[in-house]
């Protein structure tokens, strides 16, 4: 058990750190390869929505079908998917507009100078994004722990795709806090320090969900993380892969994501 949650955390906490790789390419990179990011989230997107439907669901339900009769069972399982999606559609109800992760920033905006007036307006926008992308991934953090319990095949497939969307949030906190301090030192360091919220995610769920972890608890947990999957792929994944979109790149690579991950699932599994 030690090993399987020490290799679960790892799996957080380089899913949570792929923001650092959103600010470097925001550093070193001179335009944003937007065919790239397009189909990267859009495979992001596919990974996540299929694993969450085709596998996660079916496993809560299993779980609470076998404790709670094929009726009741059911029942619960929807409540669990149906209440992840909720909980992680008022986490972004309550952001601040100001720091909402969904905005997309691209690499070149690094070139345009702010006036002086925009400066205080930038730092704060960049901390609030930093904040909301930190609140945001909490629940991330507690889906791939999960996950990783679970299946360790799962956990990496899902740790993937989670590592993915980040890359864009990190240039989403990179770009306004270098724009205020001109401190790209500064700018890496809240970028990178904002996907920390994953690996904290996941030892919340182990100090207070691992102790009270029946069969019970496995299915709705599980229905949940599902709900937050489908909720995150959705409202943020492919609305931000469109607007990286060129000639379809988002919807190819949701089809390659799912038949990725179908494929993974099947040679894994036997």
């Known amino acids: 058990m030690d090993g399987n949650v020490l290799f679960a955390l790892g799996l957080t906490v380089f899913a949570g750190l792929a923001t650092g790789i959103g600010s470097l390419l925001a550093f070193f990179t001179s335009r944003t390869n937007k065919k790239f990011l397009s189909v990267a989230l859009g495979f992001s997107a596919g990974v996540m929505i299929f694993v969450a439907l085709v596998e996660i669901f079916f496993k809560a339900k299993d779980a609470l079908v076998a404790e709670l009769g094929t009726t009741n069972g059911y029942w619960m399982t929807l409540v669990g998917f149906f209440g992840g999606m909720v909980f992680i559609g008022l986490i972004d109800r309550l952001l601040p507009s100001l720091g909402n992760p969904h905005e997309v920033k691209s690499v070149e905006a690094m070139d345009i100078q702010p006036t002086s007036h925009e400066h205080a307006r930038l730092m704060k926008m960049g901390m609030f994004t930093a904040l909301a992308i930190g609140i945001h991934n909490f629940p991330e953090g507690i889906a791939t722990f999960m996950s990783a319990m679970s299946d360790p095949n799962l956990g990496i497939a899902i740790a993937i ?11 989403a906190v990179a770009v306004p806090i270098y724009y205020a301090t001109g401190s790209r030192k500064r700018a890496f360091k809240l970028s990178f320090l904002s996907g920390l919220a994953e690996p904290v995610g996941a030892i919340v769920a182990f100090l207070i969900l691992m102790p009270f972890l029946s069969d019970m608890m496995f299915g709705i947990v599980f229905a949940g993380v599902a709900g937050i999957m489908v909720f995150i792929s959705l409202d943020e994944l492919l609305p931000a892969a469109k607007e990286f979109d060129e ?5 190819y690579g949701v089809v390659a994501g799912m038949m990725v991950m179908a494929a993974s699932l099947v040679l894994f599994s036997v």
Do not use: F, Q, R, Y
């Open 247 to 251: 000639t379809h790149s988002s919807i």
């Open 161 to 171: 795709a989670v590592a993915i969307h980040n890359i864009p949030e990190g240039i």
